[in-house]
């Protein structure tokens, strides 16, 4: 087998291995996606219900708790 062909089929695992790993984040995202979708639709799951838009008129955290030593 020639240097040649050596690096090609190096090229090729590689490859192989970069399109495997690609699967599994594709799984991990889908995963993910499921995991958020079902949790947005459990009432009981805080933060996680309904649209940011619909969130009554309160101040951000930082401004609802005041900083120590001021």
């Known amino acids: 087998m020639t240097e040649h062909e050596e690096h ?4 090729e695992r590689e490859l192989d291995d970069l399109e495997e790993q690609g699967d599994r984040v594709e799984e991990h995202i889908a995963d ?3 995991d958020w979708e079902s949790k ?3 009432d ?3 933060g996680a219900a ?3 838009s ?3 008129d309160e101040p951000p955290p930082e401004q ?3 900083a ?3």
């Open 68 to 70: 120590k030593g001021d």
């Open 32 to 34: 993910a996606r499921s």
């Open 64 to 66: 609802q708790y005041p």
């Open 40 to 42: 947005k639709a459990d």
């Open 8 to 11: 090609a089929d190096r090229l």
């Open 54 to 56: 619909e969130v009554e």
């Open 44 to 46: 009981s799951v805080p």
């Open 50 to 52: 309904g649209e940011p």
